[in-house]
Protein backbone atom coordinates (compact mmCIF):
# COMPACT_ATOMS: atom_id res chain seq x y z
CA UNK A 1 0.00 0.00 0.00
CA UNK A 2 1.39 3.91 -0.38
CA UNK A 3 3.35 4.68 1.99
CA UNK A 4 5.33 8.08 3.26
CA UNK A 5 8.96 7.90 2.49
CA UNK A 6 10.75 9.33 6.02
CA UNK A 7 14.12 9.23 6.58
CA UNK A 8 16.08 8.49 8.15
CA UNK A 9 15.26 5.21 9.07
CA UNK A 10 17.45 5.64 12.03
CA UNK A 11 19.24 8.25 14.12
CA UNK A 12 22.00 7.68 16.86
CA UNK A 13 22.61 10.65 18.72
CA UNK A 14 24.29 12.11 22.24
CA UNK A 15 21.94 13.59 24.64
CA UNK A 16 21.67 17.31 24.28
CA UNK A 17 22.05 17.27 20.31
CA UNK A 18 19.16 18.35 18.24
CA UNK A 19 17.51 16.06 16.16
CA UNK A 20 15.91 16.45 12.37
CA UNK A 21 13.62 14.02 10.36
CA UNK A 22 11.42 14.32 7.45
CA UNK A 23 8.72 12.86 5.10
CA UNK A 24 7.92 12.88 1.53
CA UNK A 25 5.27 11.83 -0.64
CA UNK A 26 4.60 11.92 -4.33
CA UNK A 27 0.73 12.61 -3.00
CA UNK A 28 -0.91 16.17 -1.59
CA UNK A 29 -2.06 15.48 2.09
CA UNK A 30 -4.01 17.94 3.58
CA UNK A 31 -3.09 16.85 7.37
CA UNK A 32 0.19 16.30 8.04
CA UNK A 33 0.76 14.34 11.81
CA UNK A 34 3.89 13.30 13.67
CA UNK A 35 3.55 10.44 16.34
CA UNK A 36 5.52 8.53 18.61
CA UNK A 37 5.22 5.14 19.47
CA UNK A 38 7.18 3.61 22.42
CA UNK A 39 7.76 -0.42 22.40
CA UNK A 40 5.05 -2.62 23.36
CA UNK A 41 2.21 0.96 23.04
CA UNK A 42 0.41 2.35 20.20
CA UNK A 43 1.31 5.61 18.40
CA UNK A 44 1.02 9.20 20.49
CA UNK A 45 0.51 12.38 18.61
CA UNK A 46 3.03 14.89 19.19
CA UNK A 47 2.60 17.57 16.47
CA UNK A 48 -0.71 17.97 13.65
CA UNK A 49 -0.37 20.34 11.12
CA UNK A 50 -3.24 21.45 9.20
CA UNK A 51 -2.24 24.20 6.53
CA UNK A 52 0.61 24.57 4.05
CA UNK A 53 3.60 26.04 5.30
CA UNK A 54 2.16 26.20 8.89
CA UNK A 55 5.46 25.38 11.33
CA UNK A 56 4.00 24.19 15.02
CA UNK A 57 5.53 23.77 18.22
CA UNK A 58 5.33 21.56 21.19
CA UNK A 59 7.96 22.25 23.54
CA UNK A 60 11.30 21.22 22.50
CA UNK A 61 9.48 19.39 19.02
CA UNK A 62 8.76 21.64 15.88
CA UNK A 63 7.11 20.65 12.88
CA UNK A 64 6.84 22.09 9.69
CA UNK A 65 4.12 21.53 6.86
CA UNK A 66 5.73 21.51 3.37
CA UNK A 67 4.44 24.60 1.39
CA UNK A 68 3.99 21.96 -1.91
CA UNK A 69 1.93 19.78 0.90
CA UNK A 70 3.94 16.83 -0.07
CA UNK A 71 6.13 17.06 2.61
CA UNK A 72 6.88 18.06 6.54
CA UNK A 73 9.76 17.89 8.97
CA UNK A 74 10.30 17.01 12.68
CA UNK A 75 12.90 18.87 14.65
CA UNK A 76 13.73 17.78 18.32
CA UNK A 77 16.26 20.06 20.38
CA UNK A 78 18.34 19.03 23.23
CA UNK A 79 17.74 15.74 22.96
CA UNK A 80 16.74 13.56 26.38
CA UNK A 81 16.98 10.03 26.94
CA UNK A 82 13.11 9.90 27.20
CA UNK A 83 13.13 10.98 23.45
CA UNK A 84 14.15 7.12 22.54
CA UNK A 85 11.52 5.66 20.33
CA UNK A 86 10.24 5.31 16.87
CA UNK A 87 8.96 8.36 15.10
CA UNK A 88 5.70 8.46 12.33
CA UNK A 89 5.53 10.77 10.16
CA UNK A 90 1.20 10.53 8.84
CA UNK A 91 -0.48 12.19 6.14
CA UNK A 92 -4.36 12.62 5.75
CA UNK A 93 -5.93 13.57 2.35
CA UNK A 94 -8.91 15.65 1.48
CA UNK A 95 -11.28 13.13 0.88
CA UNK A 96 -10.33 10.49 2.92
CA UNK A 97 -11.30 12.18 6.40
CA UNK A 98 -9.10 10.25 9.33
CA UNK A 99 -7.75 7.87 7.45
CA UNK A 100 -4.11 7.82 7.88
CA UNK A 101 -1.23 7.35 5.53
CA UNK A 102 2.15 6.43 7.67
CA UNK A 103 5.71 6.77 6.94
CA UNK A 104 7.76 3.55 7.70
CA UNK A 105 9.57 5.52 10.97
CA UNK A 106 12.44 6.62 12.20
CA UNK A 107 14.25 4.89 15.28
CA UNK A 108 15.70 7.57 17.86
CA UNK A 109 18.30 6.36 19.98
CA UNK A 110 19.85 9.04 22.45
CA UNK A 111 22.95 8.37 24.35
CA UNK A 112 23.39 9.51 27.79
CA UNK B 1 -12.41 9.15 30.62
CA UNK B 2 -11.29 6.13 29.74
CA UNK B 3 -8.68 5.85 26.76
CA UNK B 4 -8.92 3.03 23.64
CA UNK B 5 -8.75 -0.30 24.98
CA UNK B 6 -7.81 -3.50 23.15
CA UNK B 7 -8.29 -7.24 23.66
CA UNK B 8 -6.14 -9.90 23.64
CA UNK B 9 -3.06 -8.20 23.93
CA UNK B 10 -1.70 -11.46 22.71
CA UNK B 11 -2.84 -14.06 19.97
CA UNK B 12 -1.22 -17.34 18.80
CA UNK B 13 -2.65 -19.18 16.07
CA UNK B 14 -1.72 -21.22 13.27
CA UNK B 15 -2.58 -20.54 9.15
CA UNK B 16 -5.49 -21.34 8.32
CA UNK B 17 -7.11 -20.51 11.38
CA UNK B 18 -9.58 -17.50 12.05
CA UNK B 19 -9.49 -14.94 14.64
CA UNK B 20 -11.05 -11.97 15.88
CA UNK B 21 -9.91 -8.67 17.96
CA UNK B 22 -11.90 -6.54 20.20
CA UNK B 23 -11.58 -2.87 20.52
CA UNK B 24 -13.14 -0.07 23.05
CA UNK B 25 -13.59 3.28 21.56
CA UNK B 26 -12.70 6.56 23.89
CA UNK B 27 -15.52 8.10 25.43
CA UNK B 28 -17.34 10.38 23.05
CA UNK B 29 -16.09 8.80 19.59
CA UNK B 30 -18.41 7.38 17.64
CA UNK B 31 -15.82 6.32 14.77
CA UNK B 32 -12.83 3.38 14.73
CA UNK B 33 -10.28 2.45 12.44
CA UNK B 34 -8.26 -0.43 12.17
CA UNK B 35 -4.40 -0.36 11.31
CA UNK B 36 -1.72 -3.29 10.48
CA UNK B 37 1.92 -2.82 11.57
CA UNK B 38 4.20 -5.35 10.29
CA UNK B 39 7.41 -5.79 12.33
CA UNK B 40 9.77 -2.77 11.11
CA UNK B 41 7.09 -0.98 9.37
CA UNK B 42 4.40 2.21 9.93
CA UNK B 43 0.73 0.93 10.31
CA UNK B 44 -1.41 0.35 7.27
CA UNK B 45 -5.17 1.65 6.99
CA UNK B 46 -7.25 -1.36 7.12
CA UNK B 47 -10.17 -0.29 7.47
CA UNK B 48 -13.07 2.67 9.06
CA UNK B 49 -15.98 2.01 10.95
CA UNK B 50 -18.64 5.03 11.65
CA UNK B 51 -22.07 4.52 12.77
CA UNK B 52 -21.71 0.66 12.18
CA UNK B 53 -21.33 0.66 8.65
CA UNK B 54 -17.61 0.40 6.92
CA UNK B 55 -16.47 4.02 5.76
CA UNK B 56 -13.33 3.61 3.99
CA UNK B 57 -11.09 0.43 3.03
CA UNK B 58 -7.67 -0.11 2.33
CA UNK B 59 -5.63 -2.62 0.43
CA UNK B 60 -6.80 -5.64 2.46
CA UNK B 61 -8.40 -8.85 1.02
CA UNK B 62 -11.91 -9.19 1.74
CA UNK B 63 -10.93 -12.31 4.39
CA UNK B 64 -10.59 -8.92 6.79
CA UNK B 65 -13.62 -7.83 7.74
CA UNK B 66 -15.22 -6.03 10.65
CA UNK B 67 -18.21 -4.91 12.59
CA UNK B 68 -19.37 -1.80 14.76
CA UNK B 69 -21.54 -2.22 17.66
CA UNK B 70 -23.83 0.72 19.17
CA UNK B 71 -21.72 1.37 21.64
CA UNK B 72 -18.99 2.41 19.01
CA UNK B 73 -16.68 -0.39 19.87
CA UNK B 74 -15.60 -2.71 16.82
CA UNK B 75 -14.34 -6.13 16.02
CA UNK B 76 -11.72 -7.02 13.46
CA UNK B 77 -12.23 -10.78 12.25
CA UNK B 78 -9.31 -12.56 9.95
CA UNK B 79 -10.49 -15.77 7.78
CA UNK B 80 -7.97 -17.88 6.47
CA UNK B 81 -5.09 -16.75 8.49
CA UNK B 82 -1.75 -16.67 6.71
CA UNK B 83 1.76 -16.08 8.13
CA UNK B 84 2.03 -12.40 6.52
CA UNK B 85 -0.99 -11.92 9.14
CA UNK B 86 1.31 -11.72 11.53
CA UNK B 87 1.68 -8.28 13.23
CA UNK B 88 0.49 -5.60 15.55
CA UNK B 89 -3.17 -4.48 15.19
CA UNK B 90 -4.18 -1.32 16.22
CA UNK B 91 -7.35 0.19 16.57
CA UNK B 92 -7.80 4.10 16.83
CA UNK B 93 -10.77 6.21 17.84
CA UNK B 94 -11.64 9.42 16.89
CA UNK B 95 -14.85 11.83 17.53
CA UNK B 96 -16.70 11.85 13.61
CA UNK B 97 -15.20 11.11 10.20
CA UNK B 98 -16.32 12.89 7.03
CA UNK B 99 -14.93 13.65 4.31
CA UNK B 100 -12.28 16.53 4.17
CA UNK B 101 -12.32 16.70 7.69
CA UNK B 102 -9.51 15.30 9.81
CA UNK B 103 -10.35 14.39 13.59
CA UNK B 104 -7.76 13.66 15.61
CA UNK B 105 -7.21 9.70 16.13
CA UNK B 106 -6.81 7.96 19.50
CA UNK B 107 -4.80 4.67 19.37
CA UNK B 108 -5.03 1.52 21.25
CA UNK B 109 -1.74 -0.23 22.88
CA UNK B 110 -2.23 -2.94 20.07
CA UNK B 111 -2.99 -6.91 19.91
CA UNK B 112 -0.10 -8.75 19.44
CA UNK B 113 -0.79 -11.46 16.26
CA UNK B 114 1.58 -14.39 15.79
CA UNK B 115 0.28 -16.90 12.68
CA UNK B 116 2.29 -20.58 12.86
Known amino acids: GQQLNQSPQSMFIQEGEDVSMNCTSS?????WLWYKQDPGEGPVLLIA?????ELTSNGRLTAQFGITRKDSFLNISASIPSDVGIYFC????????????FGEGTQLTVNP | ETGVTQSPTHLIKTRGQQVTLRCSSQ?????VSWYQQALGQGPQFIFQ???????GRGNFPPRFSGLQFPNYSSELNVNALELDDSALYLC???????????????FGPGTRLTVL
Open chain 2, 92 to 106: ASSAVSLAGEYNEQF
Open chain 1, 27 to 31: SIFNT
Open chain 1, 49 to 53: LYKAG
Open chain 1, 90 to 101: AGAQETSGSRLT
Open chain 2, 27 to 31: SGHNT
Open chain 2, 49 to 55: YYREEEN
